[in-house]
């Protein structure tokens, strides 16, 4: 089983794929780990390199390599379907899903978590909900790619009934 969460920066693709994961017996890949292992650097050293092309080139080698592995629920950088055909080559070798969150949500979860987001670190507070709301209206059309979406809170059960919906 191969699964890839997809969604906006706190929308819980983390939490929700090691819950998953674990759930379902199988490894958690965090994209974002995978590329600071491969690099030996981390995203904030990164993103500005070249305005974050070079990072895109280094996400899309690192997110193929990942989709050769027999299983594991991905947790994808909310960016990674953005770019190239990474949600053609997502959709095609694994069940994606999207988890849904409103701006209001993503934005209070980022209040307090700003300072490990370089996205958004230097985003005034009194912007916050703005620039989510902008960045979520760009990133949207990406995201709704994905085989499936869930909102809600109850995302993990939402995810197991689909897949075994799927299977039978």
Known sequence: M??????YMASGKSLVGKS??????VPFVDLDQEIEKATGQTLSELLPIKNGLHFRKIEREVL???LEQPKFVLSCGGGTPCYYNN????NGKTHSFYLQETPKTLADRLQ?????RPLVASTEDKDLFEFV??????RRPFYEMANHSVRGEDKIEQIIR??????E
């Open 2 to 7: 191969k699964i890839a969460i997809v969604g």
């Open 20 to 25: 998953l994961a674990e759930d379902l017996g």
């Open 64 to 66: 193929l390599r990942i």
């Open 87 to 90: 949600m053609e080559e997502i």
């Open 112 to 116: 307090s978590e700003k300072q490990n």
């Open 133 to 138: 709301a902008k960045h979520l209206f760009e």
């Open 162 to 167: 689909i897949l075994k919906g799927e299977q």
